[in-house]
């Protein structure tokens, strides 16, 4: 299988970190491409009631593109070839249309790997991915300890 374009969706958590981590050793390996992707979900129903919207999205756009530049650099210190892109809207559903947009060969996304949690694993991201994709989709098995926000300008 020829990997040209891997596609790295990320939310800034360690777990993502070892999914990147991962993506950069087969990029080595097959000399691809990666494209990291962070996608903003639309706002919970209800939320105008205690904020105004258009200015909390804004914010998260904001925070967004700058935890994502921070990423990237990251990225680029461990591999060259990196692109980012940040985009709004479901993320399973991004992340699909995405793939067959770029022509991307492979997906890595970071799985929780915690016994007792086989329901709560089965609706996650990295699941609705695997069903949902058009190419193959690799998920890293990561312990549960891969929760927390990391900014990877802080450890870059």
Known sequence: MKIERILVPTDFSL??????????DLAREHQSEIVLVHVIEP????????SDPTKLLE?????GRNRL???RRRALSLYPK??????????????SQLARKLNID???VAARSQPG???RMMRSVAEKLVRQAP?????VQVDGGGDRKDDLAASA
């Open 82 to 95: 990196c692109a980012s892109e940040l985009h709004f809207g479901s993320v399973q559903e991004v992340i």
């Open 135 to 139: 190419c193959p989709v690799l998920a």
């Open 69 to 71: 530049a921070a990423f």
């Open 106 to 108: 492979l997906i890595v």
């Open 15 to 24: 777990r993502s970190r070892a999914a990147l981590e991962r993506a950069i």
């Open 117 to 119: 949690l086989l329901d």
């Open 59 to 63: 914010r998260l756009a904001e925070d």
């Open 43 to 50: 706002l919970p129903y209800g939320v105008g009631h205690w």
